[in-house]
C-alpha cells in the first residue's frame, strides 16, 4: 500500500513542480507607474520596497537627476529623479510621488516616480523587444509589454542603477 | 610561531593581495601604456614587494623584482613605452614572482625557480647589457625544522624537563638532536633519491641545534648568505647553550596545558560587532535629540526627571560599550615594531652607517585595521631615515657628533589619537635643496618656490617621483617610498608632520586616529545645508568679522596671528546656492592636515558629535570632497567632509567669498525699479479676507501672490519662482496655521529676513507672544483700516516712497 502512496505523492509532486515551472516560465510579474505621460514597468523582484516620499540631503558634483541621498533604516542611499533623468522637467512632489527602492546584488538606489499604477501580470510571448532605433547595450529599455489597451515600457534595473557620469 | 615566522607571514598575505591587484592593472596598463596613476601604482608594488624581500634575504625574489622595478620606473619616467612585447616580458616576470611567492609560503625559501632567464630579458628591456649575476637561492629553513622539534618529544612518553639535572637534561636534548639528524638526513636522502637537490643543506642542522635550547630565540638568523657553507658539526652550538636557559625552554615547549585565558575570534565577528555598536551610536543620538524636543516641549513635568536618567545611563553606557568593542580590536603596535631592529641591522651593513634603533611604546594600542596600514608606510620612512638620514660615520665624526647615529621609535597616545614619531640626528632636510630638486623635476612652478613655507617644503618629499638621492640604490632613492607612506596614511584619516633642522636630524609624527568607524565630527551649516567635518583634521574655529577678509591675487585670505590663512568658502566646495546673508560674521574652521593648513568659511557652527560613517555605495562613490555620510540624531543625512580632497580642491576654487556678496547686494538693489518690482504674499484661508487684503494693497501697485493655506504658502516660498518683500499671514488656517508656517520659514537662512505680519482675529497676549516667538515682525488684528494695513506693508517691505 506503502509504494503506492508513495507512487501517488511522487506523481503529484511531479505534476506539481512542472505546473510552477510553466507558470514562472510564461508570465512576468511587474510593478507599473507612470513618469510624465508614460506608464513603465520594473520586474517585481528587483523592487526592495515602495515608500512615500521624505527628506534628502543634496550631494554636490552630480547630474541634476541625483537629486542627493536619503535614510532608508540607516543605510545611506542615493535618489534619483527619473524625471530628469528621462528629460523631463522636475516636478514637486505630490500625495501621488513615490520613492521606489531598487536593489540588485548590493546595489540600492532609490527612484522618484510621479505615480503608482499597479501590479501587472503579464505573458512572456505578449513582450516585444524595444524598438529598433533605441535598442543596443546603451538603452535602458528591456522590452515593451502589450495589455489590452495599453503599451508598458519595460525598464532594465541593472541599467537603472548603473551610475552614467 | 617565531618573529620570523610572523613577519613572513604578514609578507606573504600582504604581497598576495599587491600581486592580485597588479594583474589586472598591468592588463589595463597595455590598453592605456600613458597612464602615469597605473604605472606608478604598478611601480609601488613592485618596490613594496622588493623591499620586504630583500629584508627577509629572499634574494631571487629581491633580483627579479629588482630588475622588475627598473623597467616600470623607466616607464614611469616617459623613458620607455610599454609595447606588448615588453609587457609579455614583465608578465612573466609577475608569474615568476607569484610562483616563487607560493614556494615562500610552502617551505619559506625562495629556492629551485630560475629566474636569470627574465631578469636577462628585463635588463636588457631597462638597457643593460643583460649579463648580470644570479644569487643562489637561500636554503630552505625554518618551518619544516621547527614543526619537528616541537613534534619530537610528543614521540616519546614526555620526558620529565623540570625534575632533571642538568646532566640528564643535556642527555636528553643531545638525544632528540641526535634523532632529528638522524630523520632530517633520511629526508634529505629520500629528497635526493626524487632527483630534487637541496642546496645548502648542512645549515639546516646549524639552524636547528640552537633554536631547541635556546628559549628565547634571537630573532632567528635565518640563512643570512645565499652562498653554501661547509658543513660544521652540530653538536657544537648545543653544548655552549647555558644550561639555566635550557631548563627554563623545556616546559615552554609544554605551555599549551595551562588554563587558557584568552580565545580566538573570528575579525568578522568582531566587523560585525563594531557595525551593531555603529547603529547603537546612531540610535542614542537620536533618542538623545528627542530627549531634547521633549524637555522644550513638557518643561517642569516630573517624568521628565526620569527620562532624562534613563537616556544618560544609554547613553553612557553605549559610550562604554563601544569603547569596549573598540578594544577588542585593539592590536600593540609592537607587533609592527618588531620588525624594525632587524631591519636597521641589515640595513646598517648594507650601508657601512652604525645606527642605534630606539623604540619606545610598542605597548600602545591600535585598531586592528589600522596597524596593519602603517606597517609599510614604517618601513619606508625608516629606510629613508637609515638612506637619506643618517651621515656616513666619518662625515659624522667631522661633523662633531657621535659616530654612531639614532633612530628613535615612538608611539604614544594623544588625545583620540596616537602618535608615532621617527626622529634620528641624521642631515635633517635642506629647505633650498629640496625646491631646487622640486623646480627640477617639474613637481612645482618657481612662484610656489618662492612662496612655500619650510612645513610645504618638507611635505616634498611625500611627492611621487620626488627623490633627493643621487643614485638609485637598493634601499632607496626612486622616488616612491613617501608616497605610498602618504597614500597609506591618508587612507587611515591620519595627518603627517615632519619637523626638521640641517645638521640635527629630522623629526616625522604620524598622528592617527585610534579607530575608523566612529570619529568625533564637527558640525557646520551652510545655508540650510550641514556638513560633519573630522574633529582630528579640526585645528581651531575662529569668528572673524567680514572685514578681516582680504583678497591677494584673487584669492581671499585672512590674518590668523603671525600666520597668513587663505580660506575657501564650503559653499564654493559643495556648490551651494548662496543668497546673501547680511550677517557681520563669519565662522572660519582652521583646518590642518599634515603641513597644510586652511581657512573653511562656514555661515554657523552647529557643535561636536559623535558621528558613524557610513559609505554612499558604489553609485556615489568618490565625489571629490566627500568622505562619506552619517545619520544624524533627526534621522537625516549628513555628508563628511573628505578635508584630503577639500585641500586639493580649494586651490582650485576662485574664491568668491567677497566678490560674490557685493554683485548680490547690486543685484537686489538694482532689481527694483517700479512698484510691481515689490512682491507680497497673501495668505489666508477665507477669499473674502484676502479679498479685503488685495483691495487695500493694490493701489500700491505692488505684485501680489495668494496661498489659501500655510502648506500651499510654504510650497510657493519654496519652489523660488518669486522673490517675496512681505508676506501676510492668517493665523488660524486648515493643514497648517500662521505659527507653524512662521516656523517653517524661519528654519531657512535665506528667508531669516523675510517679514512675516500677522493678520488675526486673536487679539489675545498670549496669541501675540507666540506669533513674536514663531518670528512674527508685526500682529495686525482683524477688523484694520486700508490704509494701515498698506503702511505697515509698506514699511516692512521697505517700499521706497518714489514709487507710491
Known amino acids: 500500500m506503502s509504494d503506492k502512496l508513495k507512487q501517488i505523492i511522487n506523481k503529484q509532486g511531479e505534476q506539481q513542480s512542472t505546473d510552477t515551472l510553466d507558470q514562472s516560465d510564461d508570465i512576468v510579474q511587474l510593478v507599473g507607474f507612470i513618469i510624465g505621460e508614460e506608464e513603465y514597468a520594473v520586474p517585481i523582484l528587483a523592487i526592495q520596497e515602495i515608500i512615500k516620499p521624505f527628506s534628502w540631503t543634496r550631494v554636490p558634483q552630480v547630474p541634476p537627476y541625483v537629486l542627493g541621498v536619503f535614510n532608508l533604516r540607516g543605510s545611506v542611499i542615493p535618489l534619483i529623479d527619473l524625471r530628469v533623468q528621462f528629460g523631463l522637467p522636475a516636478k514637486n512632489h505630490n500625495e501621488e510621488t513615490r520613492f521606489f527602492v531598487l536593489k540588485q546584488g548590493d546595489e540600492v538606489a532609490g527612484f522618484v516616480i510621479d505615480r503608482l499604477t499597479a501590479a501587472i501580470r503579464i505573458k512572456k510571448a505578449n513582450i516585444g523587444p524595444a524598438p529598433d532605433t533605441i535598442s543596443g547595450d546603451d538603452t535602458m529599455i528591456d522590452g515593451v509589454g502589450k495589455q489590452e489597451d495599453r503599451i508598458i515600457t519595460i525598464l532594465k534595473v541593472d541599467k537603472l542603477l548603473e551610475r552614467d557620469f | 610561531m617565531d618573529e620570523f615566522q610572523e613577519i613572513l607571514q604578514d609578507f606573504l598575505v600582504e604581497s598576495f593581495e599587491l600581486v592580485e591587484k597588479l594583474d589586472e592593472d598591468l592588463v589595463e596598463l597595455e590598453n592605456n601604456p600613458e597612464d602615469l596613476e597605473l604605472l606608478n601604482g604598478i611601480f609601488r608594488v613592485a618596490h613594496t614587494v622588493k623591499g620586504a624581500s630583500s629584508f627577509l634575504n629572499f634574494d631571487v625574489l629581491t633580483h627579479l623584482t629588482h630588475h622588475m622595478e627598473d623597467v616600470l620606473n623607466k616607464a614611469r619616467h616617459g623613458e620607455l613605452l610599454i609595447t606588448p612585447d615588453i609587457m609579455d616580458v614583465v608578465l612573466e616576470s609577475i608569474d615568476l614572482m607569484k610562483a616563487l611567492l607560493n614556494i615562500i609560503r610552502d617551505t619559506s625559501a625562495d629556492a629551485g625557480i630560475d629566474v636569470s632567464e627574465c631578469v636577462v630579458k628585463l635588463d636588457k628591456i631597462s638597457g643593460g647589457e643583460g649579463n648580470v649575476e644570479t644569487p643562489v637561492a637561500s636554503a630552505p629553513v625554518e618551518e619544516p625544522v621547527e614543526e619537528e622539534v ?40 629520500e629528497k635526493v633519491a626524487a632527483g630534487e637537490t637541496v642546496l645548502a643543506a648542512p645549515e639546516i642542522q646549524e639552524e636547528k641545534a640552537p633554536e631547541a635550547v635556546e628559549p628565547t630565540p634571537e630573532p632567528v638568523a635565518p640563512v643570512s648568505t645565499p652562498v653554501p657553507v661547509t658543513p660544521t658539526p652540530p653538536p657544537a652550538p648545543q653544548k655552549t647553550a647555558p644550561q639555566g636557559d635550557a631548563k627554563a625552554a623545556a616546559p615552554t615547549k609544554r605551555a599549551p596545558a595551562a588554563v587558557e585565558q584568552t580565545i580566538r575570534v573570528d575579525v568578522k565577528r568582531l566587523d560585525h560587532l563594531m557595525n551593531l555598536i555603529g547603529e547603537l551610536v546612531l540610535a542614542k543620538n537620536r533618542l538623545i535629540k528627542i530627549n531634547d524636543d521633549v524637555e522644550e516641549r513638557y518643561e517642569g513635568e516630573e517624568f521628565l526627571e526620569e527620562l532624562n536618567q534613563v537616556v544618560s545611563i544609554v547613553s553612557l553606557v553605549t559610550t562604554d560599550l563601544q569603547i569596549a568593542v573598540m578594544k577588542t580590536r585593539m592590536l600593540p603596535i609592537g607587533k609592527v615594531f618588531n620588525k624594525f631592529p632587524r631591519m636597521i641591522r641589515d640595513l646598517t651593513r648594507e650601508l657601512n652607517k652604525k645606527i642605534e634603533l630606539e623604540i619606545e611604546g610598542e605597548d600602545t594600542e591600535l585598531d586592528k585595521s589600522i596597524v596593519e596600514e602603517i606597517g609599510d608606510p614604517l618601513v619606508h620612512i625608516i629606510r629613508n631615515s637609515c638612506d637619506h638620514g643618517v651621515e656616513t660615520p666619518d662625515i659624522r665624526l667631522a661633523a662633531g657628533k657621535p659616530e654612531t647615529g639614532t633612530i628613535s621609535l615612538k608611539a604614544y597616545n594623544e588625545g583620540n589619537q596616537i602618535v608615532i614619531q621617527i626622529d634620528d640626528d641624521g642631515k635633517g632636510l635642506d629647505v633650498n635643496m629640496l625646491k631646487n630638486k622640486a623646480l627640477e623635476k617639474g613637481l612645482i612652478s618657481e612662484k610656489e618656490a618662492d612662496t612655500m613655507s619650510d612645513k610645504e617644503a618638507f611635505s616634498l618629499i611625500m611627492r611621487p617621483g620626488f627623490s633627493t638621492a643621487a643614485a638609485v640604490t637598493n634601499v632607496s632613492g626612486r622616488g616612491v617610498g613617501m608616497d605610498v607612506v602618504k597614500t597609506n596614511i591618508e587612507k587611515v584619516n591620519g595627518i603627517i608632520d615632519i619637523e626638521s633642522e640641517v645638521g640635527k636630524g629630522s623629526s616625522m609624527k604620524l598622528k592617527i586616529p585610534l579607530t575608523l568607524a566612529i570619529i568625533q565630527a564637527l558640525l557646520v551649516g551652510v545655508q540650510e545645508e550641514h556638513y560633519a567635518i573630522p574633529l582630528a583634521s579640526v585645528l581651531e574655529t575662529v569668528r572673524i568679522s567680514k572685514d578681516e577678509i582680504y583678497t591677494v591675487e584673487g584669492r581671499s585670505v585672512m590674518r590668523l596671528r603671525e600666520d597668513v590663512l587663505s580660506l575657501v568658502h564650503i559653499g564654493d566646495i559643495f556648490e551651494v546656492e548662496r543668497i546673501l546673508d547680511a550677517s557681520e560674521h563669519a565662522y572660519v574652521v582652521v583646518l590642518g592636515l599634515g603641513t597644510q593648513k586652511i581657512g573653511l568659511i562656514v555661515d554657523t557652527l552647529v557643535g561636536q558629535e559623535e558621528i558613524v560613517i557610513k559609505s554612499l555605495g558604489d553609485y556615489l562613490k568618490g565625489i571629490e570632497g566627500v568622505a562619506g555620510a552619517t545619520i544624524r540624531g533627526d534621522g537625516g543625512v549628513t555628508l563628511i567632509v573628505d578635508v584630503v580632497a577639500l585641500m586639493d580642491m580649494a586651490r582650485k576654487v ?62 510657493i516660498l519654496k519652489s523660488g519662482e518669486h522673490h517675496f518683500d512681505a508676506m501676510l499671514v492668517d493665523i488660524e488656517m486648515p493643514r497648517m496655521d500662521g505659527y507653524s508656517l512662521a516656523t517653517e520659514i524661519k528654519k531657512y537662512n535665506k528667508y531669516k529676513a523675510l517679514p512675516l505680519i500677522a493678520v488675526t482675529s486673536r487679539t489675545g497676549k498670549s496669541d501675540r507672544m507666540r506669533g513674536v516667538e514663531s518670528g512674527m515682525v508685526e500682529y495686525i488684528t482683524k477688523p484694520y483700516s486700508a490704509d494701515y494695513l498698506a503702511s505697515v506693508v509698506q514699511r516692512n517691505a521697505k517700499i521706497k516712497s518714489e514709487f507710491l
Open chain 2, 150 to 189: 616541537i613534534a619530537a618529544p610528543v614521540d616519546e612518553d614526555e620526558p620529565d624537563y623540570d625534575n632533571m639535572d642538568p646532566d640528564e637534561l643535556e642527555a636528553e636534548i643531545e638525544k632528540l638532536l641526535n634523532q632529528r639528524q638522524e630523520e632530517d638526513r633520511a629526508k634529505r636522502e
Open chain 2, 654 to 715: 576662485k574664491s568668491t567669498v567677497l566678490v560674490e556678496a557685493n554683485a548680490n547686494v547690486a543685484q537686489i538693489t538694482l532689481e527694483k525699479t517700479k512698484a510691481s518690482d515689490y512682491k507680497i504674499m497673501i495668505v489666508d484661508d477665507s477669499k473674502t479676507d484676502r479679498m479685503i487684503m488685495r483691495k487695500a494693497l493694490e493701489p500700491m501697485g505692488v505684485t501680489l501672490i495668494e496661498a489659501s493655506d500655510g502648506q500651499e504658502a510654504l510650497n
